[in-house]
């Protein structure tokens, strides 16, 4: 039985927006690591990524690593029908949020994610994006097999898939095995977007407070987004 320890986690309404529709979640204990971004632009994304975060805090786990995945997404596909059942009733236009989610037991990582909030991961000095955006611009440049370039200007950020935007939820899945001292971050875009990959690497491996400086230097170097940042370190077998 390994030990998970989330180093740090931060969030912040940004320099812009005039709300934060950001949540995350940090549940060691059950080895479930979460963060959301509300759709920006959307009616109520804030509730849509607290409802999330929510039940994903109040979900029981089974013992076994696949039921646990299964019962992850069982809970994501309740929060999407929930959402759209909400945004209906009360006659808004869409209620979504983005999520990236991190599941770590028994030596094997599972990310799900629907959207542009990713997940890296740190291993021997080199921070690899592991889950791939849920873009028009990414899903356009891998169907015409080219790059941005050809992505109409406004368009390549416009988000495809999110938590409660469509009757049916599509969650990507990746499984991943786990090393001792490997790191992992999950962070909405407004952190994303705003760093290299190089410089969240540096910061993870030599700040006190990752979650907490990525946040800051994020917004420091303009980002206008809410900018949201987890941590999880692997610190091995207890």
Same mark, same amino acid.
């Given at each position: 039985? #390994? ?38 632009? =959307? ?21 076994? =690593? ?27 236009? %869409? ?43 990414? #899903? ?16 390549? %950020? ?18 991943? %095995?786990? =090393? ?59």
């Amino acid at each position: 039985m #390994e030990s998970f320890t989330t180093s740090d986690g931060y969030t912040h309404i940004g320099n812009v927006r005039k709300r934060n529709e950001d949540a995350w979640l940090g549940d060691p204990e059950r080895g479930l690591w979460v963060v959301c971004d509300g759709m920006g632009g =959307h009616d109520a994304g804030d509730y849509a990524s607290s409802h999330i975060v929510e039940s994903l805090g109040r979900c029981p786990f089974p013992a076994r =690593h696949g039921a646990a995945v299964r019962t992850i997404r069982a809970c994501l596909a309740e929060c999407n029908q929930h959402l759209v059942d909400y945004s209906s009733d009360n006659g808004l236009d %869409q209620v979504g949020s983005t999520l990236v989610a991190l599941y770590l037991r028994d030596w094997t990582a599972t990310v799900l994610w629907a959207g542009d909030s990713r997940a890296y991961r740190l291993r021997d000095g080199r921070l690899r994006q592991i889950s791939r955006d849920h873009s028009y611009g990414v #899903e356009l440049a891998d169907a015409a097999g080219d790059d941005f370039a050809q992505v109409p200007e406004g368009y390549s %950020q416009a988000i495809t898939r999110a938590v409660g935007v469509a009757p049916r939820l599509r969650l990507d899945t990746l499984f991943s %095995q786990v =090393h001792p001292g490997d790191r992992w971050l999950l962070c909405s875009d407004g952190v994303s977007g705003s760093l290299t990959t190089e410089r969240m690497a540096q910061v993870m491996e030599d700040s006190p407070a990752p979650g907490r400086d990525l946040v800051e230097e994020a917004m420091d170097s303009g980002s206008r987004d809410n900018c949201t940042a987890v941590i999880i370190r692997v610190t091995g077998p207890t």
